[in-house]
């Protein structure tokens, strides 16, 4: 059975910045998407951004121009680099990864930017 591990997360001043990433176990295959979501205190978990298999690339509006994500398809991983961070960002981020058989999600960690 496949798993995702996410590491990066933690506590940060606004302005900072801090880079997640998420390893997928080598049991998961035919990867179609590999996505960030989070959930803001009060919030609906929400997509962040997403990467596809052909190298497509897709964020929401509140973080274009300061988030990154990016895929390092050999080793099943897939990061997400965050500059300028406000505290609004605050909330647990979740990996995402979409393949053709099934749909897996992380167990979420912490981001917490202070003001």
């Known amino acids: 059975q496949g798993q995702l591990v996410e590491s990066g997360g933690g506590l940060v001043q606004a302005g900072g910045s801090l880079t997640l990433s998420c390893a997928a176990s080598?049991?998961?295959?035919?990867?179609?998407?590999m996505a960030w979501h989070r959930q803001t205190p009060g919030n609906q978990r929400e997509l962040v951004a997403f990467t596809t298999s052909s190298g497509t690339t897709n964020y929401a509006d509140s973080v274009k121009g300061r988030f990154t994500i990016s895929r390092d398809s050999a080793n099943n991983t897939v990061y997400l680099q965050m500059n300028s961070l406000k505290p609004e960002d605050t909330g647990v981020y979740y990996c995402r990864v979409v393949t053709t058989y099934y749909n897996y999600w992380g167990q979420g960690t912490q981001v917490t930017v202070s003001s």
């Open positions: 080598r049991s998961i295959f035919s990867i179609v998407t």
